[in-house]
């Protein structure tokens, strides 16, 4: 049974920074793609970042610059640096696993950014 659990969300003030992470179980990561969504209130879903098996990384232009993503392949964990954050990065963040044949998602962390 495949797991993905999201941790590090919370309140903070626009200007500072969290760090999530998605522990994984069920699942070995390093073999699949990774990718954090954010969903806001009344908005889609939306691509944020994601890490392929290669190692490469894509981020959506609101974040360039200011969200790392990364892979810790000992912990089989995977984490979303998120630093000068915004009123408008308030969402909830999804941690999603996929391939060619899987598509798993945790139950989403709430990050709150205070003006």
């Known amino acids: 049974q495949v797991q993905l659990v999201e941790s590090g969300g919370g309140l903070v003030q626009a200007g500072g920074s969290l760090r999530l992470s998605c522990a994984a179980s069920?699942?070995?990561?390093?073999?699949?793609?990774m990718a954090w969504y954010r969903q806001a209130p009344g908005k889609q879903r939306e691509l944020v970042a994601k890490i392929t098996v290669g190692g490469t990384t894509y981020y959506v232009d609101s974040v360039k610059g200011r969200f790392t993503i990364s892979r810790d392949n000992a912990k089989n964990t995977v984490y979303l640096q998120m630093n000068s954050l915004k009123p408008e990065d308030t969402a909830v963040y999804y941690c999603n696993a996929y391939g060619t044949f899987i598509d798993y998602w945790g139950q989403g962390t709430q990050v709150t950014v205070s003006s």
């Open positions: 069920g699942i070995i990561l390093r073999s699949n793609g």
